[in-house]
Every structure is written in structure tokens, then in C-alpha cells.
Nanobody, 127 residues
Framework: QVQLVESGGGLVQAGGSLRLSCAAS????????IAWFRQAPGKEREFVSV????????YSAYFVKGRFTISRDNAKNTVYLQMNSLKPEDTAVYYC????????????????????WGQGTQVTVSS
């Protein structure tokens, strides 16, 4: 498992933007899925977006499509989540997660599929 360090959270007004970063340890992330999840108080942790490190293909939850974009920087071993048009309901702690997957035929979107997790970063959207 890799170590993950998140940053970029903060307070933003509705309609604004934030860019979250997830820096991963290790020399390579080949074969890994890197995902963003979020959890609001009193609610279940939910999937947001995932990227396959090799190839950089992505999949996102329906409710964030068109607003959030996940990307990676190979040289920095870092995954980003660009969040635009933020809404108050986006308020949550955002977590980065990573795990190696033996098959490239699917996207890992379930919490139990990930072993490595970051500490989380708070995103608060005011109205």
C-alpha cells in the first residue's frame, strides 16, 4: 500500500472552485486505481471519481459529471480533483484512496476495494 497526503480543501462560495491534491509515496503507481470519496456528517462515504494510473482513464459518479475532473501528474505521483461550480451539498470531507488492481477491465468504485487512504481534507461550500 502507498501513503497518501491530501491538501487543497477550504471554504468557498457556491459556484466557486477548488483543486484538491493527493500526493502518493513510492516510485510507481502502475496498476493502481486512485479514487476520491467524500463523507458528509451523518452520511455514508460515497464515491466521487477514480483514475487508472496507467493510461489515465477516468470514471466519475453521475452527480459530479461536468463539474469535477480527476487527473494525474506522473512526474509528481499526484492525483488532482478539480471541482468547479461547487454547491452547498458538496460540503464534506474528501478522501483520496489507492489500491493495486490485477485487472484493468473495471473501475474500483467501492470503499472496501481500497486499502490505502489519505487523512481527508475538509471542503465547505457556503451559500
Amino acid at each position: 500500500q502507498v501513503q497518501l497526503v491530501e491538501s487543497g480543501g477550504g471554504l468557498v462560495q457556491a459556484g466557486g472552485s477548488l483543486r484538491l491534491s493527493c500526493a502518493a509515496s513510492g516510485l510507481t503507481l502502475s496498476g493502481y486505481h486512485i479514487a476520491w470519496f467524500r463523507q458528509a456528517p451523518g452520511k455514508e462515504r460515497e464515491f466521487v471519481s477514480v483514475i487508472k494510473w496507467s493510461g489515465g482513464t477516468t470514471y466519475s459518479a453521475y452527480f459530479v459529471k461536468g463539474r469535477f475532473t480527476i487527473s494525474r501528474d506522473n512526474a509528481k505521483n499526484t492525483v488532482y480533483l478539480q471541482m468547479n461550480s461547487l454547491k452547498p451539498e458538496d460540503t464534506a470531507v474528501y478522501y483520496c484512496a489507492a489500491d493495486w488492481k490485477s485487472s484493468d477491465a473495471y473501475y474500483a468504485t467501492r470503499e472496501e476495494e481500497y486499502k490505502s487512504w489519505g487523512q481527508g481534507t475538509q471542503v465547505t461550500v457556503s451559500s
